[in-house]
């Protein structure tokens, strides 16, 4: 979650920026005010292997880092007039979620979904119901099975693949870093 806006500093009859960012758990990892680096927390580094800088984060941070969900409320001050107003607070809500070009890179794998598949096999059962009639219609028995066939063969596989072999893909990426220098990404010992 990250909250920007603008703020008054010391008074100063100028607006300064800031940029605040928290992890899952509320704390705070990154604060930047006009430029300036407050805190970071703290983490293990881990060289990469392919350029051996130490500038590598966890694929998991990187997403995290990048991905602000559905809600985020940012407040801003306002003061105008230099002062001579009272103090105001301006409260801005943003919804959606919105990742950042490595936060997509660093991305968990996806499950398969089943909407298409399943879909296309209702379709199908449509198409042979209909096949049905007083006579039996061959275009759309033939055009039925074809579809029943081929959705299921599909949506057989997705469950396949999230059952089996996504739970591995997903503790490989848990255990994957990143290179911010070469944008290599490799398997930690972590
Ligand atoms: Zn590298």
Redesign the pocket.
Known sequence: MATSGEAYRNRAPFLAEYHVEYDSKNTMISGHLTGVRINKRMELLMN?P????GE?QRLEVIYEQGTSHSSATSRTRVRPFMGILPMAMAKTKTTGVTMSKAAQKAAPPAKMLYKVPIIGVVVGFVLLGNAFGSRVNSTWLVLGLVAVGAFGWLLVRRIRYNMKEWPGSYAVWEKSWM?N????IFRGEA
């Open positions: 990469c392919s350029c051996s800088s590598t290179c220098k070469c944008g290599n």
